[in-house]
């Protein structure tokens, strides 16, 4: 049903013009990505990222039809319906090498939310190992089905052991993280750095003190390697399962200022947290196919809760 739904969106929010799907009162738009690359990377093979051409034609289009704003002009309280803060999860390395110069070049500011357990490429999240070992028993031709949660981490490292596989060796090949020093010259250039729990677990799995001790040494790490003048948290792949008891401790310890979820267009009922949009779908698709079915996606959940409100 969910599927039939999402098809419906697509095909219906190409036939209608983006600036009919775009009116009315509407949440700031908050796009982000990981990275941008022209090559195959084998810990991001379950993902999907725009190629530098692809992301480049997503950017002109943003600039042609909103303003580009920092993260202190989304917390100033004006009314952003046509502004546009982009932000990079992870701190790949893609973000320092391929990102940034392009972002310098069209004058865009940016945030970049990284995770401290991965900075320097000291570890590689759980993820991207499921990504390398798929692709190696993919070579092997051997099919397994893999786990793929932080709950499964000691098995995943045991089967990569098993297979031959030795984490440290291919990060130092690798590099696929951005170094401490490149994150500083991010911040030098004007960009924004903010933290993304320590080692990226889905919180949904984590119980609530776990969830905040995430957050508290995320950003403790944040504040003492960067002293961002805005501190700002994007949660690790979603703010699903996370209860208003663990929001109001990080307010009452002011852990942050500003916090992200990945749920899409979409109106926060609390202050200073705000949902942001995937941009790298599974289809490959321009920015402006993806916005426009963001933005059906939105009006025709407005339509419905108004109509629900007039009922009842
Ligand atoms: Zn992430």
């Known amino acids: 049903m969910r599927e039939t739904i999402r098809r419906f969106v697509h095909i219906a929010s190409a036939m209608l013009p983006f600036r009919l799907l775009r009116s009315g009162k509407l949440p700031v738009?908050?796009?982000?990505?990981?990275?941008v690359s022209n090559d195959e990377l084998p810990y991001r093979m379950n993902y999907h990222y725009p190629s530098v051409a692809t992301f480049e034609s997503d950017l002109d289009f943003l600039l042609q039809?909103?303003?580009?704003?920092?993260?202190?002009?989304?917390?100033?309280?004006?009314?952003?319906?046509?502004?546009f803060h982009l932000s990079f999860d992870d701190g790949l390395r893609e973000c320092y090498d391929v990102v940034a110069p392009i972002l310098k070049r069209k004058g865009v500011p940016a945030t970049f939310f990284v995770n401290p357990a991965f900075v320097d490429n000291q570890d590689l999240f759980h993820r991207y190992k499921?990504?390398?070992?798929a692709a190696l028993?993919?070579?092997?031709?051997?099919?397994?089905?893999?786990?793929?949660?932080?709950?499964?981490?000691?098995?995943?490292?045991?089967?990569?052991?098993?297979?031959?596989?030795?984490?440290?060796?291919?990060?130092?090949?690798?590099?696929?993280?951005?170094?401490?020093?490149?994150?500083?010259?991010?911040?030098?250039?004007?960009?924004?750095i903010g933290g993304h729990s320590m080692d990226h677990p889905e919180f949904w799995l984590l119980d609530e003190e776990s969830q905040l001790e995430e957050i508290r040494e995320s950003m403790a790490?944040?504040?003492?390697?960067?002293?961002?003048?805005?501190?700002?948290?994007?949660?690790?792949?979603?703010?699903?399962?996370?209860?208003?008891?663990?929001?109001?401790?990080?307010?009452?310890?002011?852990?942050?200022?500003?916090?992200?979820?990945?749920?899409?267009?979409?109106?926060?009922?609390?202050?200073?947290?705000?949902?942001?949009?995937?941009?790298?779908?599974?289809?490959?698709?321009?920015?402006?196919?993806?916005?426009?079915?963001?933005?059906?996606?939105?009006?025709?959940k407005r339509l419905i809760n108004r109509h629900y409100a007039k009922r009842h």
């Open 130 to 133: 499921v990504s390398e070992i």
């Open 221 to 300: 790490w944040i504040n003492q390697t960067f002293a961002p003048q805005i501190k700002a948290f994007a949660f690790p792949f979603s703010d699903v399962g996370v209860p208003d008891c663990v929001f109001e401790a990080c307010h009452e310890e002011r852990l942050f200022d500003v916090s992200f979820g990945t749920a899409g267009l979409k109106r926060e009922r609390m202050e200073c947290h705000f949902q942001r949009v995937p941009m790298e779908t599974d289809q490959p698709a321009t920015a402006a196919k993806r916005l426009k079915a963001e933005y059906l996606a939105f009006q025709l």
């Open 137 to 192: 028993l993919k070579e092997k031709n051997i099919h397994i089905s893999l786990q793929n949660t932080y709950a499964d981490l000691d098995s995943l490292d045991e089967l990569a052991a098993d297979l031959g596989l030795n984490w440290h060796e291919l990060m130092s090949e690798r590099q696929p993280y951005m170094t401490t020093p490149e994150i500083r010259s991010l911040q030098q250039d004007g960009f924004t």
């Open 29 to 35: 738009l908050l796009p982000f990505y990981h990275l």
């Open 65 to 83: 039809h909103y303003k580009p704003v920092g993260l202190d002009e989304l917390l100033s309280g004006k009314s952003l319906t046509k502004a």
